[in-house]
């Protein structure tokens, strides 16, 4: 099974701040990879998907970049609403989908 | 707009089942798979897998693989995802998902119902 290693584990920014939340793959998944966020008492919320393309409604502060092991999601001038947990998924045909561990984002 | 609606939250004991529905609408059922995802609390989200309701075919997470059972009934557009032999780390939040594949433009869960919270306590 694909392993997906998130880092940081949690974050501190201030708002005005470029964060970036990076997600590796434990072997090369192309640009299969979507980004989640997740606030407490909600539904997850789909950001980005193929590693770069933006969702439909998703403000244009979030981006995301990489490919085969490596990837980021980047968010410029972090806003109060931000705060929350983001989380990176892998798809493979074969093995099915696995989560990263989630990196939680607090406002300073 | 397409909308996934879950059952309400159950309280189960120990070594018991639960079953939780997850009913579509907005869009053509047979289309897209569905997935199902739980949150424990203090924990990441999980994947537990997916039923593709044109054909009722499944893949199941490795974890879940000998207690899970995923099913549809395409003529109400529901999705029903049962768990067996409970214990107390079952207790969780479960979702399912809308699962949108296309080769050319990726793999995305683009549509989540509310949750459903189970909790598993004697």
């Known amino acids: 099974d694909v392993q997906m290693t998130q880092s940081p584990s949690t974050l501190s920014a201030s708002v005005g701040d470029r964060v970036s939340i990076t997600c590796r793959a434990s072997q090369s998944i192309t640009d299969w990879l979507a980004w989640y966020q997740q606030k407490p008492g909600q539904a997850p919320k789909l950001l980005i998907y193929?590693?770069?393309t933006l969702e439909s409604g998703v403000p244009s502060r979030f981006s995301g970049s990489g490919s085969g092991t490596e990837f980021t999601l980047t968010i410029d001038s972090l806003q109060p609403d931000d705060s929350a947990t983001y989380y990176c998924?892998?798809?493979?045909?074969?093995?099915?989908?696995?989560f990263g561990g989630g990196t939680k984002v607090e406002i300073k | 707009q397409a909308q996934l609606v879950q059952s309400g939250g159950e309280v189960k004991k120990p070594g018991g089942s639960v079953k939780v529905s997850c009913e579509a609408s907005g869009y053509t059922f047979t289309k897209y798979g569905l997935s199902w995802v739980r949150k424990a609390p203090g924990q990441g989200l999980v994947w537990m897998g997916w039923v593709i309701p044109h054909n009722g075919n499944t893949k199941y997470a490795q974890k879940f693989q000998e207690r899970v059972t995923m099913t549809t009934d395409t003529s109400t557009s529901t999705a029903y995802m049962e768990l067996r032999s409970l214990t107390a780390d079952d207790t969780a939040v479960y979702y399912c998902a809308r699962d949108h594949y296309d080769f050319s433009t990726g793999y995305r869960m683009d549509v989540w119902g509310q949750g459903t919270a189970v909790t598993v306590s004697s």
């Open positions: 193929k590693a770069s």
């Open positions: 998924q892998q798809y493979n045909s074969y093995s099915g989908l696995t």
